[in-house]
């Protein structure tokens, strides 16, 4: 029965990444598998990854062909138990992503959404 729930759920992503407007899904089990996913990924779509909330201690950027990327994570004074997780793209670029995610403290798995940075408000705050 696993399995099929397993072939289901991969045909079913499967499906979804191939559509205009759906976002690709990719889960690390590290900081490495993170940025080689993080690096290999298309800049002009979409992406959710899943990913260990301790790669937002273990590291400060992702490094890939377009520069560092900075990760930061934070608890919002008005938001008490959560983090804002973000990965601000490299100072300039245009072909990077711009990255953000909420989670409970206590987590330790999280997802962040990324967006191509220049389709990425241009109001929005970096730190």
């Excluded at 002009?44 to 273990?58: C, M, S, T, W, Y």
């Excluded at 990327?69 to 804002?84: A, M, T």
Aim: proline letters at 5%; hydrophobic letters at 35%; one cysteine or more.
């Amino acid at each position: 029965m696993l399995r099929l729930i397993a072939l289901i759920s991969s045909v079913a992503l499967t499906t979804l990444a191939h559509s205009a407007s759906a976002q690709t899904v990719s889960q690390a089990a590290n900081a490495e598998e993170f940025t080689k996913q993080f690096c290999a990924a298309d800049r002009g779509a979409q992406h959710i990854f899943v990913l260990p909330l301790a790669v937002f201690d273990e590291q400060k950027s992702v490094t890939c062909k377009d520069g560092d990327s900075k990760l930061r994570s934070n608890e919002p004074k008005d938001d008490p138990g959560h983090l804002v997780l973000n990965v601000d793209p490299p100072h300039g670029s245009k072909q990077s992503f711009d990255c953000d995610g909420k989670v409970d403290i206590d987590m330790t798995t999280v997802a962040i959404n990324c967006l191509p940075v220049s389709r990425e408000t241009k109001e929005h705050r970096k730190e």
